[in-house]
């Protein structure tokens, strides 16, 4: 089966930085999509950063500047550089992909089970 298992959470100061990385198991084909997604308490769980399908990334206005998502393909990972932490970024982050496995050739969307970031002020 597929999992996919973040690492990096913890507790900062406000100002202080963080790295969250996300790696992939199981029998993969390809990824075509993968990134990070967040939710606060009384939040909805939004988009923070992601590549897309054409290779290109979004991030949220709130962290533009700040984080900086990269992945390595060959690994099946994909990381979450957070400088300049505010308390506003603290949430529950997810790693989020799109993913298919061998012999089934169609994409399924996969989340884990998220890592607590939380900025103290």
């Known amino acids: 089966q597929v999992q996919l298992v973040e690492s990096g959470g913890g507790l900062v100061q406000a100002g202080g930085s963080l790295r969250l990385s996300c790696a992939v198991s199981?029998?993969?084909?390809?990824?075509?999509?993968m990134g990070w997604y967040r939710q606060a308490p009384g939040k909805q769980r939004e988009l923070v950063a992601a590549?897309?399908?054409?290779?290109?990334?979004n991030y949220a206005d709130s962290v533009k500047g700040r984080f900086t998502l990269s992945r390595d393909n060959a690994k099946n990972t994909v990381s979450l550089q957070m400088n300049s932490l505010k308390p506003e970024d603290t949430a529950v982050y997810y790693c989020?992909?799109?993913?298919?496995?061998?012999?089934?050739?169609?994409?399924?969307?996969?989340w884990g089970k998220g890592t607590l970031v939380t900025v103290s002020s």
């Open positions: 199981g029998s993969i084909f390809s990824i075509n999509t």
């Open positions: 989020n992909a799109d993913i298919i496995m061998r012999g089934v050739y169609a994409a399924i969307n996969y």
């Open positions: 590549f897309t399908k054409s290779g290109s990334t």
